[in-house]
């Protein structure tokens, strides 16, 4: 098969969407599968081995340059028209963006006629409403905005929320896919789509092992204190900042490492000041990223209601590391070697990670449950992504 999978941002750029689909990509053409990605051009120089003719002409839209964005319209179509003539015919296009690359997507494959499954990655509503209390007019303005780009596909929806949102994006969709159980019910429930297919984001299978022996032939007995990581994006969705609070108000003795970037970089350094356990390993590689939550005692993960998954307490799992959990979705899902942390409020997350660091201690941390580990293999993930491309050829 020719697959073309089309996202918000380029594949070099942070964040768990881009990981899983680089993993994706990698493991579909391990199969034997062809793999083309269409995303907006990078803009601050950093493409991490992933320079792509098919990059679509951008915009940045963030300081840092990191993010892009591409208009969806007539000059994008004739980009892409010109870039696949020269390519293989297309079987399937997969849709794994939310905003200008699924309409990009979804224009594309109606041009074609191509048969699309579509992967959500975001809960909109609660994204926008964690960065903006304009959240409610934005949201009517990108419903808008779906409904002109993505004219005469499938039917027309009306709204302005951000289930209205997801609605129209559906539209065309043979599939929809979700990253999680929990995710894929809500999808249903608010008439997203009426089968929700779950498949998970995954962990590279070799990776995967080399980090474990990795980990596995340092290790060492010693006496320290209990090492917690906290990475992600620096943005308020992620609450970086809550769990920096958290930890000087805990005073908890322990090791606190925060992996990653974004426009909350000073003002976690403010609060951070002062507390000689804290420390900002900045943006890393992912194998290395990986090794780091290897050799954590517990991965912190502070945001609610926002992941549709929450890569980072599965990878933890897989990696056999516990993870202090604030989302009760995730917590479900893990289905255990975790604690839970009972409400929003910054004490009882510092309540929390005082336990955590006391169960540490004292050797009695709860373990990742098995089962969880062997399902976020990505080969496991690829051969359930690749029936789902199957029946929808077939069906066609």
Not at 354 to 373: F, K, L, M
Request: aromatic content about 8%; overall charge neutral.
């Amino acid at each position: 098969m020719h697959i073309v999978f089309f996202g918000d941002q380029h594949l070099a750029s942070l964040g768990g969407a881009q990981v899983s689909m680089r993993l994706q990509k990698q493991y579909l053409e391990f199969a034997g599968h062809t793999v083309t990605v269409v995303a907006p051009k990078m803009h601050n120089g950093s493409v991490f081995g992933w320079p792509n003719p098919f990059d679509l002409p951008s915009m940045p839209i963030t300081l840092d340059r990191e993010y892009s964005m591409s208009w969806p319209g007539r000059r994008t179509d004739r980009f892409l028209d010109r870039a696949f003539a020269s390519r293989p015919p297309v079987d399937l296009v997969h849709v794994q963006a939310d905003f200008w690359g699924a309409f990009i997507g979804h224009r594309f494959a109606h041009r074609y006629g191509i048969p699309v499954v579509h992967t959500m990655h975001n809960r909109v509503d609660v994204g926008m409403a964690a960065v903006t209390r304009l959240h409610r007019p934005a949201l009517a303005v990108l419903n808008a905005w779906r409904r002109s780009a993505m004219r005469g596909i499938g039917r027309p929806v009306g709204g302005t929320d951000g289930w209205a949102f997801l609605r129209g994006i559906a539209q065309g969709s043979s599939a929809v896919t979700a990253p999680s159980g929990h995710f894929a019910r809500r999808l249903e429930q608010h008439g997203v789509f009426e089968r929700v297919d779950v498949v998970w984001n995954g962990i590279d299978d070799e990776l995967l092992a080399q980090t474990l022996a990795a980990r596995d032939s340092n290790a060492a007995p010693d006496v320290r204190r209990p090492r917690f990581v906290w990475l992600g994006r620096m943005s308020p969705e992620k609450r970086l900042l809550p769990f920096l609070e958290a930890v000087v108000e805990s005073r908890v003795d322990a090791e606190v490492e925060v992996i990653g970037g974004g426009g909350q970089l000073r003002a976690a350094e403010k609060i951070a000041r002062g507390h000689d356990g804290i420390r900002f390993a900045g943006r890393l590689p992912y194998a290395e990223t990986l090794a780091r939550i290897a050799a954590a005692d517990a991965v912190v993960q502070t945001s609610i209601g926002f992941e549709t998954q929450g890569m980072t307490p599965f990878e933890a799992a897989t990696l056999g590391t516990p993870t202090v959990v604030s989302d009760p979705d995730i917590a479900a899902e893990l289905r255990g070697g975790l604690w839970a942390v009972p409400d929003a409020s910054v004490t009882a997350l510092a309540e929390t990670l005082q336990r955590a660091a006391s169960d540490i201690t004292a050797g009695t941390a709860p373990t990742p449950d098995p089962d969880v580990a062997a399902a976020f293999r990505q080969s496991s993930r690829t051969a359930a992504m690749i029936e789902i491309y199957e029946r929808v050829l077939a069906e066609r």
